[in-house]
């Protein structure tokens, strides 16, 4: 028999570890969340597709018929979150909910990856069929039926998931909420700090206010637990704390975007992409690119940067 491949087991959460491939150090895993519910059982995420054999094994260790699985849900349409759902759907029957969205991406496991990867010019140079193979299975599993926030969705036996609108990472985030055990499920919006993909946000404003919607909703609905994709199960006041570090760590980008455009006027998109991860001592990847161009677009209307052909000029005071 193998290691366990589950990671926490808290009330009606089984959590279960899969290892993300790349030159991630072993540091980065990304989890998928079983919950266990009376009446029915849920998973929340499918995980990536090198994961497969660990999901398969979690299903024997936890001793659950693939036909229980009734619910996938699915926190946002990154490919780390969503690479089994074809496998899942097919193997389970199960019924596969999310965000609205980003729906058609889900849908489409090609255009899931160019719709990141290829999102930018320097991210054509990287080969879209092995990021797509490694990361997502050969079939897609599509979100068959729309959650948004607030709405409850019962397990049975008083395990209910609430639906938790966390956008900024992505643009069509969601967590949920189980009152029972006082747990907060988060994937992405809060990555660790030891991530080495400086992929934090997709619109730093709406980031920022996720960040305070999570700190207030930990306060008022005294969330004991938060479990992350990325990271270890932590207190409420652990989460406080990494809700500051990325706070911190998106002025921190932008920040460096500022002093880079200064000293250098005219600086290009990808160098200051790799000047960015450097500051914040992380490896330089087209994923970084992402966050840097979001925090361009927000200067930009700010009037604090202005393009002019493929350099970036400081336009604020
Ligand atoms: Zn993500």
């Known amino acids: 028999m193998k290691q366990s491949v589950i990671d926490y087991r808290s009330g009606p959460f089984v959590t279960v570890a899969m290892g993300l491939p790349g030159d991630h150090e072993g540091k980065t895993a990304t989890r998928v969340f079983f919950v266990l519910g009376a009446e029915r059982i849920a ?20 001793d659950i018929e693939l036909s229980r699985l009734d619910l996938l849900l699915i926190t ?5 979150h969503v690479g089994n759902n074809g496998w899942l759907k097919a193997e389970t029957g199960c019924t596969i ?15 899931n990856a160019k719709a990141i ?8 140079m990287f080969d879209l069929r092995s990021e797509y193979l490694d990361w997502m299975g050969p079939t897609a599993g599509p979100i068959e039926t729309f959650v948004a926030d607030g709405d409850v969705i019962d397990l049975g036996g008083g395990v209910e998931l609430e ?52 700190e207030a ?3 008022e609905r005294e969330v004991k637990r938060v479990l992350l994709a990325h990271d270890d199960a932590k207190t409420s006041a652990e989460t406080l704390q990494l809700i500051d570090d990325c ?20 600086i290009t998109f990808a160098e200051l992409r790799d000047r960015c991860c450097e500051d914040q001592n992380m490896v330089k990847e087209w994923r970084a690119l992402v966050s840097i161009d979001a925090s361009l677009r927000n200067f930009a209307a700010q009037g604090l940067a202005r393009k002019e052909g493929n350099g970036w000029f400081y336009t604020g005071e």
């Open 117 to 124: 990867v290829h999102a930018f010019p320097e991210g054509e």
């Open 76 to 80: 946002h349409e990154h490919m780390d």
């Open 97 to 111: 909910m999310g965000h609205a969205g980003r729906a058609d991406r889900v849908a489409d496991n090609l255009l």
């Open 247 to 266: 706070r911190r760590r998106v002025t921190k980008v932008e920040d460096s975007i500022v002093t880079h455009i200064k000293a250098q006027p005219g």
């Open 163 to 214: 639906v938790v609108e966390v956008l900024g990472h992505s643009m069509s985030e969601i967590g949920f909420f189980e009152s029972s055990s006082q747990t907060l499920v988060l994937a992405d919006p809060l990555l660790p700090p030891f991530n080495p993909v400086l992929y934090l946000y997709e619109d730093p404003t709406v980031m920022r206010r996720t960040f305070d919607k999570i």
């Open 217 to 219: 909703f930990l306060r």
């Open 43 to 62: 998973l929340i995420d499918s995980g990536l597709y090198a994961g497969l054999p660990a999901l398969k094994q979690a299903f024997r260790e936890l």
